[in-house]
C-alpha cells in the first residue's frame, strides 16, 4: 500500500532527519542522490552533508551487477545527517578540497579513493555533491 503525503509533510519528514542516521546512495534514474531511512527513500538531494560516515558495499548486489551486467543499489554512504540541499538544488556547493571517494563494481569491491585506489570505509566528515565528482572527504 502506498501511503500518500503533502509536500509540506515530506518537507517536515527530511527536516528532521538532521542529526539522524540515514543511508544515502547516487540514484542512476534521477541522476541525484536518494536518502533513505529505514529502507524508505525520503528525499532527493543534490547535496548532503554527513558525519561519522560509513562506506558500505552490499557483496549479494555487487555479484549481481558482475554476473548480469545490469546496475542496482547495494552501495551507500552511511552516516548522521548535517545538511542537504534539496533536488533540483540552486545553491549547490563548490567542490571542497580534500580526497574525492568513488565506487566502480566492475573494477572495485568497496569505494575508493580516486586518486590512490586505497579502498575507504570510514570518514568523520563527507560532502556530497551531484557535480562532476561525486563524494568527498573532508575530515578524516
Keep these: 500500500m502506498k501511503i ?16 539522524e542516521k540515514v543511508m544515502v546512495y547516487y540514484n542512476l534514474h534521477k541522476h541525484t542522490f536518494s536518502i533513505k531511512i529505514r529502507e524508505i527513500v525520503v528525499a532527493h538531494v543534490d547535496y548532503a552533508k554527513l558525519k ?15 554476473a ?9 554512504v552511511i552516516g548522521t545527517l548535517l545538511d542537504y540541499c534539496e533536488h533540483p538544488c540552486e545553491n549547490l556547493p563548490e567542490e571542497p578540497f580534500g580526497d574525492v571517494v568513488t565506487y566502480n563494481p566492475y573494477k572495485y569491491d568497496s569505494f575508493i579513493i580516486k586518486s590512490t585506489e586505497e579502498p575507504v570505509f570510514n570518514a568523520d566528515l563527507v560532502e ?10 573532508v575530515e578524516n
Design 128 to 137: 556530497m555533491i551531484n557535480s562532476k565528482n561525486k563524494i568527498f572527504i
Design 68 to 76: 548480469k551486467k545490469q546496475k542496482n543499489v547495494h552501495a551507500f
Design 4 to 19: 500518500l503525503i503533502t509536500e509540506e509533510q515530506r518537507k517536515k519528514i527530511v527536516d528532521s532527519l538532521i542529526g
Design 52 to 66: 561519522n560516515v560509513e562506506f558500505r558495499v552490499r557483496t549479494g548486489g555487487k555479484e549481481m551487477v558482475r
